[in-house]
């Protein structure tokens, strides 16, 4: 696996809610040689799973837009009701140490890191079927019901715009978590060997 040299890389996912990113996601930090993780900011309350400033740093919505509007944020986005957004400086101080920075955000965010940082590696991952969403989505313990279905309502919008807004060069389908790993980590070495 060539490393990322003097500069490092953006690494984007995305993709419906319940198509497994978060596991890919791990499983990338872990395989990749010198990555980071980003860690957003959301507006969303905390899951009983989740920690603070780990998974996310949870923060007011004053808060969200107090960054917001100094700048702070390299891409945000409203997701059922709720603020998300990267911010800029750990990843541009990662990206400055030659490192991988994994980032999973929805597709009005992945569109603003394309105009922002057009060498970003944004790959958008599919359900296999919309059944088999809705089957991991059901079976989640972290959302109502309500929320399930809000989130699987989303679903088709989002891979409609990940198709046509011309965003993401990549699009790769989880069937078997270990196999989709491989294959974007075959993206992420073709696309560092390349530049
Ligand atoms: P969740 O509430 O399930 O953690 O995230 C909801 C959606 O927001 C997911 O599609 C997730 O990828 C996305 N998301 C998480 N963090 C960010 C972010 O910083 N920016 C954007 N645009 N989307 C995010």
Redesign the pocket.
């Known amino acids: 696996m060539p490393r990322p040299t003097n500069q490092g890389r953006l690494v984007v ?5 319940g198509t497994g ?2 596991t890919i996601c791990q499983e990338l930090l872990r395989r990749l040689p010198r990555a980071r993780w ?1 860690i ?3 507006t ?1 309350p905390r899951r009983a799973n989740e920690r603070q400033d780990q ?2 740093h949870f923060i007011s919505r004053e808060e969200f837009e107090r960054m917001r509007d100094a700048g702070e ?1 390299l ?3 409203e ?2 009701g ?1 603020l ?3 911010p800029a400086a750990p990843v541009r101080q990662a990206v400055a140490n030659g490192e991988y920075v994994v ?8 569109a ?1 890191v394309a105009r922002a940082v057009p060498d970003s590696i944004r790959i958008f991952v599919l359900p296999p079927t919309m059944e088999t969403l809705r089957t991991r989505l059901e079976g989640r313990q972290t959302e109502s019901s309500e929320q399930q279905r809000r ?1 699987l309502a989303e679903a088709d919008g ?1 891979i409609g715009f990940a198709r046509d807004s011309g965003c993401y060069d990549y699009f790769v389908t989880n069937d078997i978590v270990d196999r989709t790993v491989d294959e974007i980590m075959e993206i992420i070495e073709k696309e560092t060997a390349r530049t």
């Not at 996912?13 to 809610?17: D, R, V």
């Not at 980032?103 to 992945?110: D, F, N, R, S, T």
């Open positions: 996912i995305s993709g419906p809610s990113k978060s980003s957003s900011a959301t969303r998974n996310y944020f891409e945000t986005a997701y059922l709720h998300y957004g990267t980032m999973e955000i929805e597709v009005q965010g992945g603003q989130r989002e």
